[in-house]
């Protein structure tokens, strides 16, 4: 006789595979609609950027004298400046310059910064007392006259210039990852990646700095304008970019000296600037969310 509470087999539910950090946070970043618009309006400019040499409608060094300074145009859509010289392409050319000194110079102070961070808030003691000390006494140097004595030392250099930036812009990420990282490292889920035996160097890569993510996001595109505006200040000084080359922030200089006779030297240079720092707030605050590994999805 069959017996009928005779077991049977347990059929296992077949596993779902498990999505990675970076495509979750996709995931999480398609349904923020102002985050996906700052990524469209920042790839845009980095494209129209990238593709000025061939669809800026003039030189950026051809001048007019004969014009001057006129208001925008069907000939010149935003106008020209006082020496004739067209100001759609002067912008479009000044956004080449300040986005990639933006850009890089943000990335050096991000690699720097992050790593000295964690590793002095992870390891804690006498190495973190050195090297915050070391970040204490950077503080309280000038950096402007750091970035003056490089620039006159080593000669007026572009390439200079993104160093030099990124070299005094780490100093407040170093310290934000190190307040992050020293709230981290008791957390349980370190204790057991220590228990499974991964080094340190191991654990701040792929268990602390993933971590600290978001307030970093949130922070760099913070430095991405400031840097902008710090050029602007070194090329008003004569130490950043010079003419005929030009800047947002160059642009933007200019602009102030000639406001009431010519506002639209100051209005659209202006106008670009502020929209790249909408967008990268807006993507900021939209990375700072999809990228908190503490969020899960809906």
Not at 78 to 83: C, I, K, N
């Amino acid at each position: 006789m069959n017996n009928q509470f005779e077991e049977k087999p347990i059929e296992l539910a077949e596993a779902e595979p498990g999505a990675s950090l970076w495509q979750d946070a996709w995931l999480k970043l398609r349904g923020n609609s102002l985050a996906l618009a700052g990524l469209f309006i920042l790839l845009l400019l980095c494209t129209v950027s990238i593709l000025t040499p061939w669809i800026a409608p003039y030189g950026y060094e051809e001048q007019n004298l004969l014009l001057g300074a006129s208001a925008p145009s069907a000939s010149h859509w935003l106008g020209t400046d006082v020496f004739g010289r067209d100001m759609l392409t002067r912008i479009m050319y000044g956004g080449r310059v300040s986005l990639t000194v933006g850009f890089i110079a943000t990335a050096v102070a991000l690699v720097i910064g992050v790593l000295w961070g964690a590793i002095a808030g992870f390891i804690g003691g006498r190495v973190d007392a050195v090297m915050m000390r070391l970040v204490d006494i950077l503080y309280a140097l000038p950096f402007m006259i750091f970035i003056v004595l490089l620039m006159v030392v080593f000669g007026r250099n572009i390439y200079l210039l993104f160093f030099a930036i990124g070299a005094v812009e780490w100093l407040t990420m170093a310290r934000i990852v190190r307040g992050q990282v020293m709230s981290l490292r008791k957390q349980e889920f370190v204790e057991a990646a220590y228990s499974l035996g991964l080094t340190r160097w191991t654990i701040i890569r792929h268990h602390i700095i993933p971590n600290t993510l978001g307030p970093v996001i949130v922070y760099t595109t913070l430095t991405i304008p400031s840097v902008m505006l710090l050029e602007a200040f070194l090329s008003f000084l004569g130490l950043g970019i010079q003419p005929p080359q030009s800047s947002w922030g160059l642009l933007i200089n200019y602009g102030v000296e000639t406001m009431e006779e010519y506002p639209w030297l100051l209005i659209y240079p202006g106008l670009a600037l502020s929209l790249t720092l909408f967008a990268l707030n807006f993507l900021g605050d939209g990375l700072r969310d999809a990228l908190d590994p503490r969020t899960a999805l809906d």
